[in-house]
């Protein structure tokens, strides 16, 4: 009866885990833009800007379907929108655009004057005559493409609608109602698509089965959106844990049974399992979202959370007292060691909440909750499932006892030396670095059809984008229309500007237009196409009457949508919009007018370099990460200190500290750049290298039950984080390979103690 106690709370915390997933209070992210830094309070721009961004990404599928025969193009667009719908993971799938004409008289009754582009505003208010000249030349030509009738837009201002479309390399197919584009003498048509929840898990398959219909029938086919990385993130890291798990247990069980001889041993399991479920629930319960890698990190925790077993069955392993030979008795006497070791490694994973990277605080969180588990079930489960485990003599027994006979042969002092020399070349070699690209490997495949998509809509993916920020909507016109055109000559730039007229110079067009009213100014080029001077000079007065348009009022219409993404709204007491560049001509150039325009509390001009500004934040928090550092040492010498004295806790933080610098030379040798989670390996090594220290010094244990311990447990640590290392994330992989190397040398460190204590 107890027994099965214990295994309904080891198994409580799993429960609460699938049931906060399972009811939707908390969910599994996959998404790349979660990896990245948060902004600190005082970027609440960029914060805002990075936000909006990431939803348009997220929240909407792009589908281009290609083909040299424009019949073909749109027929087989329409069966495959028919497919995606038939799916299930579409909210909305928008295939075709329907123009009503009714629509359209609307938008352009409503908008009017505000409509109009800058040069014909500016030519209606310095020239009127000529303005309406102009008018009375489009009347007179059939293809002058204005869908408004004449009679509904005597102004002639609905002849700018279709330049406000927001993508120009768009066009729309009268006879299909689809937009297309013409690219190397193929019709693409486009398709858009909002996923849904149930989209993520199953969107891979969509696309290969979409693929499969375009091979058959000869077109071509590229995708575009976050669902699609994030599809991709997420079944390579469900694949990737599941087969790290999988090696990682198989492996590390297969040499505890080598080494105690006894299938009793799988009773460790009991620690995994609470430890691992334990911490993926207090996660989900803290954050309400975890991250996939976050599960990929937790995994390696499989070393780390047998190492308070370990310590204390290794005694169980060699001739000693009877008494000290039951598991439950060897773990007890070692219980100050662990708590000690607990409170050391807890704080190393602690410090990880300092960093502004959501994925570190959710490991840091995930793996102080794991350990906790792990050494409550330890202390107080553990014994219960070993109550009659009786040790004996294994090979691993006769490794230990070679060690401990032989490691006083070697010449520590000389290996010590050598050692040193090499690796203080290997840190004088060592790469400090950091590097967006070093962080994620991104899909090939979908990288290249996202840029061809990219390619063929006419947007530049490579390009920059400026930040336009004013005290109100006006100023932000005004503030967009005039840096793009200082930076013209740099680059080419789509603004706000370009979609409506500020509501000043509406006020100022409408005035003319009252002013040509009631003055009962010349117009006869309209005239002669039969046009009542009366009909005009009413329609003039009665746009002058109307309301002025505001910027977030315009984008509200049917055909403001297309320009929704560039206006971020009000952050505070500012407004915020985006001016993407695209083909680039001198960068330098550009950032040097942003510069010279001078930010205030009103205005400002900023320009976004994200790779840049990641690069920056990763190095500054990697500063910080070797502060960390040097606190965490300080603290637990303190610590360490009140508990043993100066002379053991300084020898204690000595080995870590040795093991960070012996890593960065190995780091230093190897070439390969320390960026930001490599540093947070060395954090979270050297937490573990004091837990070894700790055992090394004050377990009460034989030296050959030391050497035993120590090695089972780095064995363990070592084959989990490097099992890491060969994550296909790059990020993930220099923290396990960095946490695994400064574990091998704490090893081998505290051998070298162990023997210098005999």
């Not at 979609?499 to 309209?526: D, G, N, Y």
């Not at 994200?610 to 934040?617: A, G, H, S, T, V």
Request: proline fraction near 4%; glycine fraction near 4%.
């Amino acid at each position: 009866m107890k027994r099965l106690l214990y295994f309904l709370l080891i198994l409580l915390p799993a429960l609460i885990a699938a049931a906060l997933l399972f009811l939707g209070y908390a969910k599994i992210d996959t998404a790349m833009s979660s990896l990245l830094p948060t902004n600190q309070a005082n970027n609440a721009v960029f914060q805002a800007v990075e936000d909006a961004q990431n939803r348009r990404f997220n929240e909407t599928a792009v589908l281009i379907i290609g083909a040299e025969n424009p019949d073909i193009a749109f027929d087989n667009a329409q069966k495959i929108a028919q497919l995606w719908r038939n799916s299930g993971l579409f909210d909305t799938v928008e295939d075709t655009i329907t123009f009503n004409i009714n629509d359209l008289i609307k938008t352009n009754q409503q908008l009017n004057v505000a409509l109009l582009p800058e040069d014909e505003a500016q030519l209606l208010l310095d020239n009127p005559t000529q303005y309406f000249q102009q008018r009375a030349e489009d009347l007179a030509n059939p293809f002058s493409g204005s869908l408004i009738p004449v009679a509904d837009d005597w102004l002639g201002f609905g002849r700018f609608l279709s330049s406000k479309q927001g993508v120009a390399a768009l066009e729309w197919s009268s006879e299909y109602n689809m937009l297309y584009s013409t690219d190397k003498e193929k019709t693409w048509v486009w398709l858009r698509a909002n996923p849904n929840k149930k989209a993520i898990a199953h969107i891979p398959q969509l696309v290969q089965q979409t693929q499969d219909f375009a091979q058959q029938k000869g077109v071509e086919i590229a995708v575009s959106g976050g669902i699609f990385f994030a599809a991709d993130s997420k079944h390579k890291a469900e694949r990737e844990s599941k087969i790290m798990s999988s090696i990682g247990l198989t492996l590390t069980f297969a040499f505890l049974l080598w080494a105690f001889r006894t299938p009793r041993i799988l009773a460790l399991l009991v620690v995994l399992v609470a430890g691992i479920s334990t911490g993926l629930a207090v996660s989900l319960t803290v954050f309400s979202t975890v991250h996939i890698l976050t599960i990929v990190v937790g995994t390696s925790l499989v070393g780390v959370l047998v190492d308070f077993p370990l310590h204390g069955l290794a005694s169980t392993l060699f001739r000693q007292p009877e008494n000290t030979r039951h598991a439950k008795n060897s773990i007890r006497r070692l219980l100050p060691t662990f708590a000690i070791s607990l409170i050391i490694t807890a704080a190393g994973y602690l410090l990880l909440l300092t960093a502004p990277l959501p994925l570190l605080k959710q490991t840091a969180v995930f793996s102080v909750a794991a350990l906790f588990a792990a050494f409550l079930c330890t202390v107080f489960l553990l014994p219960e499932f070993l109550r009659h485990y009786q040790a004996r003599t294994t090979h691993f027994t006769h490794l230990a006892y070679f060690l401990y006979n032989n490691i006083k042969r070697l010449p520590l002092l000389w290996i010590s030396l050598i050692c040193g020399v090499f690796l203080s070349i290997g840190i004088a070699k060592s790469q400090w670095q950091d590097d967006i690209r070093q962080w994620v490997v991104l899909p090939n495949h979908l990288l290249q059809q996202t840029l061809k998509v990219a390619q063929i809509s006419g947007i530049d993916m490579g390009g920059q984008s400026l930040i336009i920020q004013a005290e109100n909507e006006d100023d932000l016109l005004f503030q967009s229309r005039e840096i793009a055109q200082k930076i013209a000559p740099f680059a080419d730039s789509q603004g706000l500007h370009q979609w409506i007229l500020p509501q000043a110079t509406q006020r100022q067009l409408k005035q003319q237009l009252q002013k040509i009213a009631e003055e009962k100014q010349e117009v006869s080029s309209m005239t002669e196409f039969g046009i009542s001077p009366a009909v005009l000079y009413d329609a003039m007065q009665h746009t002058a009457q109307k309301p002025d348009i505001t910027l977030s009022g315009s984008l509200n219409t049917p055909l403001g949508q297309a320009w929704q993404h560039l206006y971020i709204g009000k952050v505070g007491e500012q407004h915020l919009a985006l001016l993407p560049l695209s083909n680039i001509r001198n960068l330098p150039e550009i950032a040097k007018i942003v510069q010279q325009h001078t930010c205030t509390k009103h205005a400002c001009v900023r320009l976004i370099n994200k790779r840049k500004e990641l690069n920056q934040q990763f190095t500054q928090i990697r500063n910080q990460t070797i502060v960390l550092k040097i606190i965490s040492f300080v603290l637990a010498w303190l610590i360490l200190w009140w508990l043993f004295g100066i002379r053991k806790s300084t020898l204690i933080i000595a080995i870590p500290t040795a093991a960070v610098l012996c890593t960065i030379g190995v780091f230093g040798w190897l070439n390969t750049p320390i960026g930001l989670f490599a540093a947070f390996g060395l954090l979270l090594s050297s937490a573990v290298g004091v837990d070894y220290a700790v055992y090394t010094l004050n377990a009460p244990e034989h030296a050959a039950s030391k050497i035993a311990g120590i090695t089972l447990a780095a064995f363990t640590t070592t084959l989990s984080f490097g099992l890491l290392s060969l994550s296909a994330t790059p990020a993930v992989a220099a923290f396990g390979l960095s946490v695994a190397i400064a574990v091998l040398l704490n090893w081998a460190m505290c051998m070298m103690l162990i023997a210098k204590q005999r």
